[in-house]
């Protein structure tokens, strides 16, 4: 081991040096690319099954309503999703997929995670329908060009920072514990200006993990080079890292700025 040579470009020249720089910064774009594309196909997957789900359960036709959630006519399927005790089962089904993707992605084949994350974002449409109870369907266009442009800016600010951003990871995931314990506060408040203070932190507590999960994932390039299988994996569970904080920032954004149906 003491003849390892740690600096093969000095044995090999430069020309070895810039090949092997030129291979990992291919390897490195790939593996991110990967991680963008899967993520773009779970929000996807969310998209049409929200919007699918918002059409069987929304009506305009007071002949065909059951009643009303949100100030919003639904169907008897709407009310079945969203009015009954059915809705607990769809609103924490999500949780349950993340839960179940971070305890058991270690044991699970590529393939496998991978359309396991998949279902997750098809889970999540189905909760994600109940939007459009609320809100209209301007304000959640609206909401959703907002978070995608300050996603696209902020995970090309962590990509390409040369400072480093991983003394605010433990605080912005301690900042998500706190959102949870305050939402949980106001059922009971009922606060309509800590409510927009939540919303509000929300915001911003996403917006920083965008930027630093974006550089924790290309600084764990490194790990996962030359695995492919790893480097798969990775690559899903790096998706479903960004996934949730596109998903989250777009809740507290059309919060803050979305008009509801009256």
């Known amino acids: 081991m003491s003849n390892y040579d740690r600096n093969p470009a000095a044995r090999f020249g430069t020309g070895f040096a810039r090949t092997g720089a030129a291979e990992y910064d291919q390897g490195l774009r790939a593996y991110m690319l990967g991680i963008y594309n ?14 699918g789900v918002a059409k069987l359960a929304i009506t305009t036709d007071p002949s065909l309503a059951v009643g009303k959630v949100g100030g919003t006519l639904v169907t008897s399927f709407g009310a079945l999703l969203y009015a009954s005790p059915l809705k607990w089962v769809v609103m924490l089904s999500p949780l349950a997929f993340i839960f179940f993707l971070s ?26 329908g109940s939007i459009f109870l609320v809100y209209t369907s301007a304000s959640i266009m609206q ?15 962590g990509y390409t920072t040369k400072k480093s951003l991983s003394g605010m990871g433990s605080f912005l995931i301690m900042g998500v514990w706190g959102l949870l314990i305050a939402g949980l506060v106001n059922i009971f408040m009922q606060s309509s200006v800590f409510q927009f203070a939540i919303n509000l932190m929300g915001v911003l507590i996403f917006a920083g993990l965008t930027a630093w999960d974006t550089q ?17 994996k990775a690559s899903v569970m790096g998706a479903l890292s960004l996934y949730l904080n596109f998903i989250n920032m777009f809740q507290f954004i059309l919060a803050l700025v979305g008009n509801r149906n009256e």
């Open 38 to 51: 899967h993520m773009t196909l779970g929000l996807a997957i969310s998209a049409l099954v929200a919007l």
């Open 103 to 128: 305890f058991r992605f270690d044991r699970m084949s590529q393939g496998t995670l991978l359309g396991t994350f998949l279902a997750f974002a098809g889970v999540m449409g189905l909760s994600m």
């Open 143 to 157: 909401a959703l060009f907002i978070t995608a442009a300050s996603f696209a800016g902020l995970s090309l600010f």
């Open 216 to 232: 924790r994932l290309k600084e764990e390039y490194d790990i996962v080079a030359g695995d492919g299988e790893m480097a798969g």
